[in-house]
Every structure is written in structure tokens, then in C-alpha cells.
């Protein structure tokens, strides 16, 4: 009985100073120093409507944008989450399919793999390089523009995340879609 | 990429063992002060006192430091079960999260508990601020705080010492131990790109004219103690997939370094409170062995492409990325799978569901050892059986007495830790058969076949190494998975908590006797072997069969 007394006492301090204290503190300090990446790094138009977050995929369907990579969820922001299918399945098989149908991959042009691999939260805001200029085509010429300038814009959004320990170059669909709206 | 890949590896991992020695001195001084009655030391231990009352003020034996341990963990069960189901009437709710089944209140209450974290529902969709801060933020710290706690007591107890208080311990590991180190790991995260807010999720309108709604909210304070305390419970379902709970190869870095930091840190200390730095150097050896094997075997198979597009025009110029986010390189994902069940994390940075079959083995092999450095403090406890075990097989090979720091290691000694360990097999084996058989398993699986079977196994792997990370795909949230993984989890936390206790309490009331030349030394390449063979025998032969069944047969069927 005497335990359960002390551990009440015990767990009125953690959660007073591990709950409140510490949260109310982190919260204060973020929104002083970062308030932008604390506030979720949203993106407004000039008006101050929200256009989505730098750091969440939303979907683009349209030919005149870059597509993301599928999402599992339909890139719900409130909802996340992957296919969780093995890379054995044949679900994944049918939509692979499907995907490179709508891509139009063919064995002389293959798809770069992440166009066709759900990512693991269904927001991954991110595609490879190479998925960028495979899509340049189609989206030079429904924006009627050069398809070499197009591709000079990807390689000014590219960069590798990991600087030196990784080899790998990601673009940005959303900021690389909005530079093209911006021109 | 391979020389960026073996780079990335040995950065994160090295780095971080480097680290964990300053930090295994400070916990050192934190949780053991070598005078905790005069100074500084002596001023927090008063505090501690206060707040704790008058059975914070004597020392207890280890009886009474498990009655206390379970009397705190029952009052955070109860407060959590409390805040869960009433959380559609308290404060903090800003987008209006509904009433919780009772089923899964049960089971999220005993999973943040008892430290493990597997998680049922999805932070985002479910639950309220107040939930996931007051309840389950709450956990993170004092779950993890109860195992900090537990190996000062153990190792006091091995050095020939009273055990101390647990209701000082458990202080000590949150207010000083957790608590500052979270504090900036938080704030690292912020300039990461994690969110700090109260605000409710942010409504957009996406440039093709589609409303998307966005969740966020106080995440980077959770994600940080989810990482520090072996806990792994995500703020968001997808856990640190999720763009706004892991934004970059940056904060991925932080976030792994986050989960092995202190139980690598506890090994240190557990050797400066026993006095023998040399025989925690040896310990700390094989588990990162171990640790560099899991990840290796990871890294490898994980580099094979996605099999389903074998057929398919797409470009097999790159491992799989199923369930993997692009930010954070190839590597990422399969050593996060590694670190999180190696220590009994279970946070995920890539979907172990859409591992291949093969790199899906290696985190299950980490959590079914359970040691190689394991949850915060209990990882180092588990290895102490792995160790009683160890010194008897080794004792009764070379014809003497075996003794374990000047402790003779007796009948009752094994018999206890060899329950703790079988217990653990007992868990798993005994829940993956009962649900394999019946609908309650076979009628929630997302994948067929072995894949199928794999799911269930990792579940209950899942729950009884306190764990937490899982196959998502399994449709968990069901009654049966809620109660038989709940009560799982409960008794794979206290059983190895509360018998590695009575050994000690068992070993004390004997006499110590100085180590001979006739003993095992603790210190050198021989115990090293002892040690990992054990491991090996009784931690993963016991589960050979049922791989065999899972991930071995879908390697066989379908990757070629």
C-alpha cells in the first residue's frame, strides 16, 4: 500500500516534469528557432493558401506535372502508411503492371524502379533523378516547352541527401512542380 | 555504392559506439553517485526522497525493489488505460479523435507498459494529443526509466552491494538520464524538419486543386524519447517512414544514433558499478559482433530488387525499394531494421512487411537473441542470464564450481535464468502455433504462403522481445491479437526483469569468494566464445524450425 503511495507521488513528478514540463519546452524553443520546420514546413501561395508541406508527397496526375512515387495510402496526409506486401507478392506484380502502362515503360526504356515501389509511408516527398528525366518527355510537351531546359531544371533540383555517403540524387516533386507553375 | 554503404555503416554504428563510453560514465555518476549523500549527489537524492516519501529513504532488498517496480508500473498501466479510454472527453483534442475499443486500450496500455510499443492503431487517426503525450510520451520515459533502474539495481547487487531504492532509481533515469538527452535530441530534430505543434492538422489545397488534409503535431518531443527509450511507438502509424516524423538522411542519422546510443551507454555502466571495465569491453565485443553480422546479412539481401518486377519492364539496377523512403540511400532502411530489433526499439524506417524475405529473417534473428545491446537496461539484464547460463555450461566442462564475479553459480541460479530464457521461445513459438491454426491468425494476414506465416511470427517475436515493430500488414487490431499480444507483452517484461532480480537476491546470501586461476576469466577471447555459443544455442536454434517455415521457405520458393 505504501508502494502504490510512492509510486502515485512518482508518477505525478514524471508526468509533471517529463510530460508538461518537457514538452511545453521543446515546444516553446521550436516555435522561437523553427517555426517553420515546427509548424510542418508548409508551402502558401502568395494569397496564404496552404499548398501542401515540402516534406509530404500529395498526388499529381495531370501530364503537365512531375508524378510522385504510388502511394499505398492515395498520399493521405492524416492516414499514412505502405502496401506492406512482400516484394514477393503478386499484388505488387499487378500494380507494377499497371504502373508501367500508365508510364508507358518499355524493355528498350525501362521504368527507374522507385516510380513503381510504394515508399514506406505513402508521402515520400522524394524521386530518384533518374525518375525525373524520365518523365521530362512527357512533361515538356504538355507545358509545350523545351525538353532540354526541362531537364537542365532537374538537374538544378537534384541533390544527393547524404552528401559524400550517398551516391544517390533525389528531386523534390512538389518544389520541382512548383518552379515549373512559377515560370 | 558499396564504399558508401560500408562508410554509412561504420559512421553510424562506430560513431556511436565511441559515444556511449562518456555517456556510460555519466549515467555512471547519474544513476550510482559514488557519494549519494553529500554534494550535488546528495542534494538530488534528498529531492528524489521527497517526492518519493518515506520508502524512498532506505534501501531495499530485492524483494522489495520488485514490489516497488510493479506497484509503479501498475499505476502507469492504470493512468494510461485511464487517459485512453476517456480521451474523447479531455483537453488536447483539436481534431476530435473518437472513443478507443476496449480491447486496444488494453493492449496499447500494456504495450508502451512494458516498453514494447507495438502499436495497433495509427497515431494520427486515433489519438488525441493528450493520448500520445500524457499517456503514451509518459511511458516512453518511465517504461524505459524501470529498465535503467532494474541494471543499477542488478549490477549493484553483483558488485557485492545493497541494490538501492527503486523509487530513487527510476528517478534518476528519467529526470537525468532521459530527460536532458532527449531535450536536444529534440530540439536537433525541430531543425531537421520534424514538427512542434498543438495546431491540428493542416487543411491544403494541393496545385491540382485537391483538398489534402496534412497531420502534424507535438512530434518532435515523442520521436525523440520513442528513439532514447528503446521504445519505438511512432507518433504516426508508418513511424519514422513518415516524411514529417523522419525528414531527411540527417535526422535518419540522429534517429538510429538514438536507438542504440544508451543501451550500448548501459553496458559501460553496468561494468563501472560492478568495477570491471574489462569484462564489460568483452560483453560489448559480442554483442557488436553479433550486431555487424545481422547488419551485413541485411545490407546484402536487402540490395536484391523487388522480385515482383522481375517480368516487368523496370529497371533492376537498384535494391528493393518497397516500403522504403527515397531521402534516406539504400542503406538506411535495412540497418534500421537491424538497430531497432537489435536493441528492442521497434520504431521502423523502412516496412520490415516488404523486406525481402531473407533481410526480413535479420530482424526477427535481433529480437529473438534480445541481448546483442537489447532494450535499455533490460538488453544488458538479458545478456546476464545469456552469461549465468554461459559460466555453468563452461563451469561443467572444465570440472569446476562455476562462479560468475566470485558468485558460485548453483542449481537454482540456471533453473531461474533458463526459465527466463525458455520463457521467451515459449512466447513465441507456443502464440505463432495457436494462431497459425485458427482463424485468429490465419484470417488477418495481408500476405499468403510463408509471407503469411512470417507475419504472425514476427508478431509474437514481436511482442515478447518487447519490441514493437512489426509486419504491418497483419490486420492486428482484432480482439484475439489485442489480448493474446497484450498479455504476452506483460509477462516477456517482468519475467526477465523480476527473476534475474531473485538471482541476484540468491547469489547475495552466499559468501563471494576471490576468482582463482581455476575459474573461467570473464575477461578474455574464451568467455567471448562461451558466450556468443550460448547465444547462439539457446537464442537462435530454438527458433530454426519456424524460419525454416517463414522467411527460409519464401527465399527458396521465390527469389532466384
Known sequence: MQSLLASI????????????????????????????TANGSLITSKDGAIIGSRQVAQAFTRPEYFWPRPSAVDYDGAGAGGS????????????????????????????????????????????????????????????????????SLIRRAAFSPGGFLTKERIVNVLELNLVLDRL | MLIQSILFVVLVVGGTALISWPLGRYMKWAMDPADPSSGIAGWKTRAMRAVGGPLAAQDQNWKHYMVAMLAFNGVMFVVTYGLLALQQHLPLNPDGKAVLEGSLIFNTAASFTSNTNLQHYSGEVSLSYLSQLAGLMWLQFVSAATGIAALAALARGLAGRPLGNFFIDVQRASFLVLLPIAFVVAILLVLGGTPMTFDGAAIATTLEGVQQAIARGPVAAFVAIKQLGTNGGGFFGPNSTHPLENPSFWTNILEMFAIIIIPMACVWMFGRIVGRMRHSGVIFAVMLAFIAVKITGAVYFESAPTQAFAELPIEQNVGNLEGKEMRFGPTGGPLWSILTTSTSNGSVGSMHDSLNPMSGLMPMIGMWLNSTFGGVGVGMINMFLYIVVGVFIAGMMIGRTPEYLGWRVEAREVKFALFALLAHGLFILGGTAIFAATPWGADTLNNVGPHGFSEILYEFTSSAANNGSGFEGLGDNTVPWNLATGIVMLLARFIPIILPLAIVGSLSAKRRSAESSGTLGVEGGVFATMLAATIVVIGALTFFPAATLGPIAEHLIYMN
Not at chain 1, 14 to 30: D, P, Q
Open chain 1, 9 to 36: 507521488r512518482i508518477a505525478a513528478a514524471t508526468m509533471l516534469i517529463c510530460v508538461a514540463f518537457y514538452a511545453t519546452a521543446v515546444w516553446a524553443v521550436a516555435q522561437a528557432i523553427s517555426p517553420d
Open chain 1, 84 to 151: 506492406n506486401l512482400s516484394p514477393t507478392s503478386s499484388k505488387v506484380t499487378d500494380r507494377g503492371k499497371e504502373i508501367v502502362e500508365r508510364y508507358g515503360a518499355t524493355p528498350a526504356n525501362p521504368l527507374p524502379a522507385d516510380l513503381a515501389a510504394a515508399s514506406g509511408a505513402g508521402l515520400d516527398p522524394h524521386i530518384s533523378e533518374a525518375a525525373a528525366v524520365y518523365q521530362a518527355a512527357r512533361v515538356a510537351e504538355a507545358r509545350g516547352m523545351d525538353k532540354a531546359r526541362l531537364e
